[in-house]
Structure formats: structure tokens, C-alpha cells
């Protein structure tokens, strides 16, 4: 059967010149980066290696790289680490942060944890129908106590992009005084749009290497020079910023991965713009009842998210994968869930439309045969289900 893989939004496959780089450190360069003797400094420069090439991509400093597991981990160090930080600085008090209605769900975890410990209270900023944040509702949730905002760079569902240089500023301009401060989750950004950490006024940024054709189990957090955080597993590695021997395979080929969606991110930008819309009209044209979710004006090139009256997205996603399709309900992380999308929920979708709603997201190996076959198929699956 032909696949069609439009799900590069859950995770990318590792690309073969990622693998390549990766392979010398699941062999002879087994090393470890503290070790004193040759073998572990040869490790040592790999990961300085690495370190310069990810902070190089991102316009930062190579100290201002910390390597982790992946795009939660980071989150996670960058949200519980910034407010227990606060917590301690001000003498044991909870502080405030404010966050949006539509992050991830690592985003939401971490402050609902918080919560639960009694570090933190947080305002959950609401948005409008086009999942856009109102500047209005975020200058008026800052208080005295405001430690922290995090705001996403790119939504994992719709694609939305977030002004995340003018919601920065206005946290530095109304924070500047109390230390407050800012970060993204730029886990869906990297690829799809260019990150220039030395023109943004964030404090803290999440990234992830298998949404890049990286390996699984790689990722980073940005944390600004000067910026102090409590990291939840103390240690020596990175900076004393997280814990644990560095995944040297991992790390190498995240750097490898940030090479290979740089060397030519706009042309590849442009041709997935083309597909998307090509997609996305061709959906309109050939089937009725078709909503499409997020803000048209400001999303990234690669995703779509639409739903199809009265189909739900169990049901779609399955119909789909049997003609070879792999497209998903949303995020990857509520895979099996039932619940409706609190992304599109917060949009003030209905929660039987947004039970329906699927994402197409396409990535370095989507063609516009790809999309033909699709709109193809498609329009006979929904004709079924609905008759169903």
C-alpha cells in the first residue's frame, strides 16, 4: 500500500545525514564528555561542538544551550525552574505566572503542578475564534507578583504563530523592574520559521531535535546569560543546569538536524506553503461543510487543521490510515484521548466540531503527489462516514 506520511508535526523521521552523525558516538567515540583522559576529551569537544552549532542556528551563545532530553524536559526546567527560583527569592511565597488557555500540554502540566505544590499561582489567558491572544487581557493579568509569562511561538495544533517579539517586550516593558520573565515554547518553530535569539526579548526558549529529522530523546533549552533558574535535578552537567551524563549520540545528531533545516529553510518554507494551500483549497472545493481552525493571516507554512461536518476525528484519522494516509486528531500527546481539543475548545469550537477537527502537517518528504492522493481519497471517505 502507498503511504502517505502528512503527520510531521508528531515527529519527523531522522534524516540520513543525521544518522551519519550520530553513528561514530553509538561506536568507537563512546566517551564521556567529564571524563579527564583522551577518550572523554574527544567526547568533550563533540558536545562543545554540537553546542556551537545549535547556538550558532539559534543566534545565541553557546553557554546559553542546555542540552535535555527533549521538548518537555526543557519546558519542564524552564517553567518549574524559573518559579521555584521565585518562590525561594521571595522568601517562600507563592508568585504569579501567566500562560495562555492553548499551550502544549507540557506547558499546561507544568503550571498545573506548581499549582497543586502551592509555588504558583497562574492566570490561563483565554483567546479569540482565530486562537489569537489579546495584549489587552495580558497587560491587565500582570500583578506585583508576576515572576513569570510563557507564551508558545508556534501552536502544535493550528500552526498559529504568536508575536512572540511584541508579547516580549510588553512583558519586559511592564516586568522590567520585578525581573520578570518570558518564555516560549518554540518546540514547533524550529524548521518552519527562523529563530534569532539575539533580536528576541525572551529569557528562556524550548526546543526539540525529533521535530527537525533529529533523534528522539534530544532537545534544548535557551536560557539567557544571567537568568537564574533552580533546576529540578541538580548537577554538575550543562552549566549545573540539568543533571546526567549528556546524550552525546543524540546531541550530535540534534546538531546535525539544526544544519539540515537551515541549509535551506526558505525554499523549503516556500515549496510547503505552496502544498498546504494547495491542500487546503483543494479540501474546500471538492467537499462541503469544511472548517478550517487557526488564524489564516499568521500560521506556519507546513500545517492545517480543518474539520468536516459531522465526521469525527477517531473515526477520520483511522479511515484515512486505511488508504494509507497518516494524518493526526492533534496534539500526539493526547493520542487515544477522547476529549475534544482544549486548543480549539479555548477557540470556542463546539465541542462536536472539534471532536471532528484533523491535522495535516507536512515536512521534507511531502509531494504534490502526496496531496493529490489525498484529495483524491478523501472526499469518498467523508462522503461514507457521513452517510454512516
Known amino acids: 500500500m502507498r503511504r502517505i506520511y502528512l503527520d510531521y508535526n508528531a515527529t519527523t523521521p531522522v534524516a540520513p545525514e543525521v544518522r551519519e552523525a550520530m553513528l561514530p558516538f553509538l561506536g568507537e567515540e563512546y566517551g564521556n564528555p567529564s571524563s579527564l583522559h583522551a577518550v572523554g576529551a574527544r567526547a568533550r569537544k563533540a558536545l562543545d561542538d554540537a553546542r556551537e552549532t545549535v547556538a550558532r542556528h539559534l543566534k545565541c551563545g553557546p553557554r546559553e544551550i542546555v542540552f535535555t532530553s527533549g521538548g518537555t524536559e526543557a519546558v519542564h526546567l524552564a517553567i518549574r525552574g524559573a518559579v521555584t527560583a521565585a518562590f525561594a527569592a521571595r522568601g517562600g511565597k507563592p508568585v504569579h505566572a501567566v500562560t495562555t488557555a492553548v499551550e502544549h500540554s507540557s506547558v499546561l502540566k507544568s503550571f498545573d503542578a506548581l499549582e497543586a505544590e502551592g509555588l504558583a499561582e497562574v492566570t490561563r489567558l483565554g483567546v479569540d475564534s482565530l486562537g489569537r491572544v489579546d495584549f489587552d487581557a495580558l497587560r491587565a493579568a500582570f500583578r506585583d507578583d508576576t515572576a513569570l509569562v510563557s507564551v508558545q511561538t508556534v501552536n502544535n495544533e493550528t500552526g498559529n504563530l504568536y508575536p512572540v517579539a511584541e508579547i516580549g517586550r510588553l512583558v519586559k516593558e511592564l516586568g522590567r523592574e520585578r525581573g520578570v520573565l518570558f518564555h516560549t515554547d518554540a518546540v514547533?518553530?524550529?524548521?518552519?520559521?527562523?529563530?534569532?535569539?539575539?533580536?528576541?526579548?525572551?529569557?528562556?526558549?524550548?526546543?526539540?531535535?525529533?521535530?527537525?529529522?533529529?533523534?528522539?530523546?534530544?532537545?534544548?533549552?535557551?536560557?539567557?546569560?544571567?537568568?537564574?533558574?533552580?533546576?529540578?535535578?541538580?548537577?554538575?552537567?550543562?552549566?549545573?543546569?540539568?543533571?546526567?551524563?549528556?546524550?552525546?549520540?543524540?546531541?550530535?545528531?540534534?546538531?546535525?538536524?539544526?544544519?539540515?533545516?537551515?541549509?535551506?529553510?526558505?525554499?523549503?518554507?516556500?515549496?510547503?506553503?505552496g502544498l498546504r494551500d494547495l491542500l487546503e483549497s483543494g479540501l474546500k472545493q471538492r467537499i462541503d461543510g469544511v472548517r478550517v481552525h487557526g488564524d489564516g493571516a499568521?500560521?506556519?507554512?507546513?500545517?492545517?487543521?480543518?474539520?468536516?461536518?459531522?465526521?469525527?476525528?477517531?473515526?477520520?484519522?483511522?479511515?484515512?490510515?486505511?488508504?494509507?494516509?497518516?494524518?493526526?486528531?492533534?496534539?500526539?500527546?493526547?493520542?487515544?484521548?477522547?476529549?475534544?481539543?482544549?486548543?480549539?475548545?479555548?477557540?470556542?469550537?463546539?465541542?462536536?466540531?472539534?471532536?471532528?477537527?484533523?491535522?495535516?502537517?507536512?515536512?521534507?518528504?511531502?509531494?504534490?503527489?502526496?496531496?493529490?492522493?489525498?484529495?483524491?481519497?478523501?472526499?469518498?471517505?467523508?462522503?461514507?462516514?457521513r452517510a454512516l
Open 188 to 273: 514547533q518553530a524550529l524548521g518552519k520559521i527562523p529563530v534569532d535569539l539575539s533580536n528576541l526579548p525572551v529569557d528562556l526558549a524550548s526546543f526539540s531535535a525529533h521535530k527537525i529529522y533529529g533523534p528522539k530523546g534530544a532537545g534544548g533549552l535557551f536560557v539567557r546569560k544571567g537568568v537564574s533558574l533552580s533546576p529540578p535535578m541538580p548537577g554538575v552537567q550543562e552549566m549545573e543546569k540539568r543533571a546526567g551524563t549528556e546524550n552525546l549520540p543524540g546531541i550530535a545528531g540534534f546538531a546535525a538536524a539544526m544544519d539540515l533545516v537551515h541549509r535551506d529553510l526558505e525554499k523549503e518554507t516556500a515549496r510547503l506553503a
Open 298 to 385: 499568521r500560521r506556519v507554512v507546513n500545517t492545517l487543521n480543518v474539520s468536516f461536518a459531522g465526521v469525527t476525528n477517531e473515526v477520520g484519522v483511522m479511515a484515512l490510515d486505511r488508504e494509507g494516509i497518516c494524518v493526526s486528531s492533534g496534539s500526539a500527546c493526547a493520542s487515544g484521548a477522547v476529549e475534544a481539543s482544549h486548543v480549539l475548545m479555548a477557540m470556542g469550537v463546539s465541542k462536536a466540531e472539534a471532536k471532528g477537527a484533523i491535522r495535516f502537517s507536512l515536512g521534507r518528504g511531502s509531494s504534490e503527489h502526496d496531496v493529490e492522493y489525498v484529495l483524491e481519497k478523501l472526499p469518498g471517505i467523508v462522503g461514507r462516514l
